[in-house]
């Protein structure tokens, strides 16, 4: 069975940093893409970042990018995302997700999802 567990979620100030783990079982770590989505109260689930399995190529919604860098490490089957300068905007629930088939943007592209973890920040 595939699994996905995230961690390093938590409470932060803004301007602060954290990064988020996703370490996965199964054969997961051999899709073309693994994503980072977020949700909101209230709002729907939205992409967040992606990055190709070399993890030469790494994509980002337009509010992350030069803030927030997705990364993995193959050997450990883990995935990474690091926040930056992090603003009250981005606290949400973090998913780590594999992806399917379909653009990398949208949610139903993704076929296995973690549980989530909390990430709040306070101004």
């Known amino acids: 069975q595939v699994q996905l567990v995230e961690s390093g979620g938590g409470l932060v100030q803004a301007g602060g940093s954290l990064r988020l783990s996703c370490a996965a079982s199964g054969r997961t770590f051999d899709r073309t893409f693994m994503g980072w989505f977020r949700q909101s109260p209230g709002k729907e689930r939205e992409f967040v970042a992606a990055?190709?399995?070399?993890?030469?190529?790494?994509y980002y919604t337009d509010s992350v990018k030069g803030r927030f860098t997705i990364s993995r490490d193959n050997a450990k089957n883990t995935l990474y995302l690091q926040m930056n300068s992090l603003k009250p905007d981005d606290t949400a629930v973090y998913y780590c997700?594999?992806?399917?088939?379909?653009?990398?943007?949208?949610?139903?592209?993704?076929?296995?999802w973690g549980q989530g973890t909390q990430v709040t920040v306070s101004s």
């Open positions: 997700a594999a992806h399917n088939t379909g653009t990398i943007y949208n949610t139903r592209s993704y076929d296995t």
């Open positions: 990055i190709l399995r070399s993890g030469s190529n790494t």
